[in-house]
């Protein structure tokens, strides 16, 4: 099988502080993967390595082959932890922004999505609650045809049935020959989906496993090992 993702011997320090520490790691196509450590442990600093919005220290990334750029843009689809989206943007302003920027960018599904959730695709971003506008994030992010999906806590900060309205659309827009790569402290509403799962540690990777080899081999379900190793 192809190789996805590739990171050997990577870096990141920030003056005296290592926050990515010779961090090697391997992703292939097709699975949904938690990236799950406590905070500080350098999820959030390996995302934007990924993406390119960080330049390593040392080390090397390599997304289908090649090194962070213009080109490995067209292949991530990114979704970070913050909003980034303008409040004075209407709904299809946004869309077609979006359409204008990426080729593999799909409004029509986009606007099927907007409307299953009776969202006025003329409505202002700044008239919307916080719920709404995390579901027209994941929407722009998951409209696009992209080889690596990367959500920097997706899920956090919303009430459960936008988590299940997230969740399932992360199951059911994703390419089945791309990945998606979950960052995330909210375990247990998504380990459901999760194929593989890796455990990071002050910028070091401790654990990278399969769901279904953690749960017949340690006899417990990621979220308690999580709990168990990282003490919390």
Known sequence: MNTLLECHELTKKYSFKTAIDRLNLTLEPGKIIGLLGPNGSGKTTLIKLINGL???TKGTILINGTAPGVATKKQIAYLPDRSYLNDWMSVSELIQFFADFYDDFRPARAFDMLDALKINPKDRLKTLSKGTKEKIQLILVMCRTASLYILDEPIAGVDPAARDFI????INNYNPSS????????????ESILDDVIFIKDGTVTLHKSVDDIRMEEG???DTLFREVFAC
């Open 54 to 56: 960080l330049t390593p």
């Open 167 to 170: 969740i399932h659309t992360i």
């Open 179 to 190: 990945s998606v790569l979950i960052s995330t402290h909210l375990i247990a509403d998504i």
């Open 220 to 222: 417990k379900s990621v």
